[in-house]
Every structure is written in C-alpha cells, then in structure tokens.
C-alpha cells in the first residue's frame, strides 16, 4: 500500500497535474480537479465497502455537470476536451487512488513518517518521470534554485498539513476544506498577472463558465461529503 500510495499520488498524479497545467493553465486545471472527492467515494465504495446513497448520487451528477461546464466553449457553442482536460481528470482519479491508500496506511504508519517516505520515493519516481518526457531546457539560477526550494517546501509542508487531515478528521471533510484551493489558484493567478503581466500564467478565457462550474462542483463535493461526515 504504502508503494501504491507513493507511486500515484507523489509521481503519476502530479505528472498528470503538471501537464495539465503546462497544457491548459492552472486555473482551468484547479477547478477541474475538484472531481477528486468523487473518485474518492467510488473507491471507498469498492475497497472499504461503503454503501451509496441517493445524496452520493446527486453530488456525483453535479461533480460531472461542473467538469462539463468548465469544459465548454461559450464562444463558440462547443465541448472542449483535449489531451490537458483528460490529464487534468486523471491527475484526481490518481490522487484518489493513494488518499484511500494513505488513509488506511495512518492507522499504523505515524504521519511525519508517513508523508516523508512518500514524498521521497514518488519525488525520485517523478523526477525520473519527467525527466524521460519532457526537456525542460532549465536554466539554472539563483532565483531558480530558491523557487524550486520554495516550491518543495510548500509541497512537503502541504501533504503534511493533508494528511494531518485524514487521520484527524477523516477523508470526507479533508476533501471538502482541500477543494478551496481552486478559488485561491485563480484568485493569486490574477493577482500575479496584475503585478507581473508578463509571467505568463494562463487565465481560462471562459472564465464565468469555469467559476459557474467549480461552485457546481464545490457544491456536489458538499453533497456527497456531508452524508459520510456525519
């Protein structure tokens, strides 16, 4: 288990993620991952047993029907999904797979433990991930360097504080509290585009129909959450 969750959540999903973001921007990306609760419930449905309900159901529709709406072009009337939006649905589908892993893995493994020996194998397995598929071209700096230590910083420090979560309060709300981070992404991509407007963050051009889809989303998290959280 303890390899499963490693290899899904720390290498393939953040592979799936980082494409996505390189392919469709982060906002887009963080919105549509929000179907993560969803694949969360099915497995926890197929590996831990729990019963489906009516609510579980309808929060699935709305998950789906917000991934949609983040997904079509207004302007001209179409479906758009491209090989960024299914990565962005698999990076999710992925995570999902190590949450129910490691939220089994915390009633035996204390968390420091935990999160380090799955942030160093999946950190190699991704590094070695990306280093096959993608040149990257990298110029090393000082700037550089302080951002990628920053960056994994705030990573460490993030799976830390998520799986805190999981073995205090249980999958159900982590996910729930976890999906406000969506809104935070767009919020400081606009910020960043206002102080630096050359930096090159991709904003959705759709982006009433992203905001409208996420709530559809944040909504349907709601729903089926709230049945397992009580």
């Known amino acids: ?12 999903a953040y592979f799936a993620l980082y494409m996505a973001i390189k392919l469709i921007g982060s906002s887009k990306t963080s919105f549509m991952v929000l179907v993560e609760p969803l694949f969360v419930a099915i497995l926890a449905i197929i590996f831990l047993k729990e019963r489906i309900k009516r609510k579980d159901i309808f929060g699935g529709i709305l998950l789906v029907l917000g991934a949609l709406l983040i997904n079509f072009d207004f302007t001209y009337l179409k479906f758009v999904f491209g090989l960024g939006e299914f990565l962005a649905i698999l990076a999710p589908f992925l ?5 129910v892993a490691t939220t089994e893995l915390l009633k035996k493994i204390p968390l420091l433990e935990m999160t ?15 280093g096959l598929f993608i040149n990257f071209g990298f110029q090393w700096s000082l700037i550089s360097i ?34 406000s981070k969506a809104l935070f992404t767009l919020a400081i991509s606009f910020i960043l585009l206002l102080i630096l407007p050359k930096i090159g963050l991709k904003i959705p051009e759709n982006i009433v129909a992203v ?10 998290i709601v729903v089926v959450q709230r049945q397992k959280s009580t």
Request: net charge neutral; glycine share 10%.
């Open 95 to 99: 995570f999902a797979i190590g949450i």
């Open 146 to 179: 302080s951002l990628l230590v920053l960056s994994a910083l705030v990573i460490a420090i993030n799976w830390i504080c998520y799986n805190a979560g999981l073995k205090h309060i249980g999958a159900s709300l982590t996910s729930i509290l976890y999906a």
């Open 211 to 220: 905001i409208a889809g996420g709530m559809l989303i944040f909504f349907g």
């Open 116 to 130: 380090s020996v799955e942030l160093i194998i999946g950190s190699i397995l991704l590094f070695l991930t990306l």
């Open 1 to 12: 288990l303890l390899l499963v969750a490693s290899i899904t959540t720390f290498s393939l």
